[in-house]
């Protein structure tokens, strides 16, 4: 175990996931003889894996995901919602929910593994949603309609659902045509 502050300070610098932070201190340990490591065999470890070749970002524009907000604050009340991924970096995407854009770590989200078809439906819903969302003068049921099938990650809606939205998109006069 580490005696010091100065042991792990590169280790708690570089982000890493506490299996990796585990991983580095360990090989530290035996790079040190086995002994208590020093910060330098700490710092080396750490930038052998930061230069080690990055698996690839899983995720794909198009693809519906499920944010899974873990220690990000930015994210709070937002567990379960689903989205389509409309940008995807080397180590992060960008979520489109129904009520705004969010760009997160790639541990962050969950796939819903959905079949073309189903990420097409889904695309659809979040544009109906966002356009229901941008309305200023909503009344507030119509934020309890939109929370609840921004967080029903099924790529369909019961008859009454459907029912539902079209009532309330002709209430405040958004007329939606299906794309193809």
Request: glycine residues 6%; positive net charge.
């Amino acid at each position: 175990m580490p005696t010091n502050e100065r042991q792990l300070r590169f280790l708690a610098k570089a982000e890493l996931e506490p299996t990796v932070q585990a991983n580095v201190w360990q090989q530290a340990v035996e790079q040190a003889g086995n002994k208590i490591s020093s910060g330098r065999i700490v710092k080396d470890v750490v930038d052998k894996i930061r230069e080690s070749p990055k698996v690839p970002n899983p995720y794909h524009i198009g693809e519906i995901c499920i944010l899974l907000p873990k220690d990000n604050l930015d994210l709070r009340g937002k567990t379960g919602y689903w989205g389509v991924v409309t940008h995807v970096g080397e180590y992060n995407c960008t979520l489109q929910t129904w009520d705004g854009d969010y760009t997160v770590k790639i541990e962050q989200v969950k796939s819903l593994k959905l079949l073309d078809e189903d990420c097409f439906f889904m695309q659809q819903l979040c544009v109906r949603l966002r356009q229901l969302h941008q309305v200023a003068s909503r009344d507030p049921s119509v934020d309890w309609l939109l929370q609840g099938l921004g967080k029903q990650a099924k790529p369909y809606l019961s008859s009454l659902q459907a029912k539902l939205l079209v009532a309330v998109e002709r209430e405040y006069k958004i007329e939606w045509r299906q794309q193809k």
